[in-house]
């Protein structure tokens, strides 16, 4: 099992949507959580870090299930620039290093 | 500006030649890592250094190698290229292992 997985998408939707995806990690001992975004052919950028109780940045909404081992994003509102691959993003627990899930894709139509 | 630099940014490279990805940081991170990332698959960890003189093994390390000679540079090297290997490549840095990473524009490596 991969430590971290999401549903590739594609999630279409229109503008002024909202859309909600999530992610789930293998090992219940995970420390930290976060969401970059990934723009076409561009570097990896940090969208939000994910905290225990929830936390929500403007129009993005990240929720962490501990118990379901999963984290969430949700964004409301969308706007055409929200358009990008969202990388969920896990650190294991007594492990130095970041593990990446495939992403998932989001396309916002006018 | 401060950040995190590769070079080159593309290359085309033939079959078993030897080629050196530099990756600079400027930010005074500890930790640097390597990824390939491949359509469908993400970014896997290829090497990665929680430290000036020390470095690791990630999930796919085969083929590649790394030094840390000092903090801010991280260069990958490939000793004899592959195919397989035409990959994107991403550094990246953190403060210390585990936390938010900023990741250098990316390496776009074909071999032929």
């Known amino acids: 099992r991969k430590e971290v997985e999401q549903d590739p998408g594609p999630f279409n939707v229109p503008e002024g949507a909202t859309v909600a995806f999530n992610c789930t990690y293998s090992?219940?001992?995970?420390?930290?959580f976060f969401w970059y975004r990934q723009d076409c052919r561009k570097e990896p950028k940090l969208l939000m870090s994910v905290y225990s109780s929830g936390n929500e940045d403007g129009r993005f909404t990240a929720q962490l299930n501990r118990a379901s081992q999963y984290i969430s994003l949700l964004i409301r509102d969308s706007k055409l620039s929200d358009s990008a691959t969202y990388l969920c993003v896990v650190n294991p627990p007594h492990d130095y290093k970041l593990s990446f899930g495939a992403g998932t894709t989001v396309t916002v139509r006018a | 500006i401060a950040g995190i630099t590769q070079a080159p940014t593309s290359q085309i490279l033939a079959a078993g030649r030897r080629m050196t990805l530099r990756c600079t940081q400027d930010m005074r991170h500890n930790a640097m890592y390597w990824y390939r990332q491949d359509l469908g698959l993400g970014l896997r960890l290829i090497h990665y250094s929680n430290t000036a003189g020390t470095t690791g093994k990630g999930e796919v390390p085969d083929g590649y190698s790394v030094s840390r000679a000092n903090t801010d540079d991280f260069p990958l090297t490939l000793a004899s290229a592959v195919p397989s290997q035409t990959s994107v490549y991403f550094c990246?840095?953190?403060?210390?292992?585990?936390?938010?990473?900023?990741f250098g524009q990316g390496t776009r490596l074909t071999v032929v």
């Open positions: 990246a840095s953190s403060d210390q292992g585990g936390t938010e990473a900023f």
């Open positions: 090992n219940s001992a995970s420390q930290s």
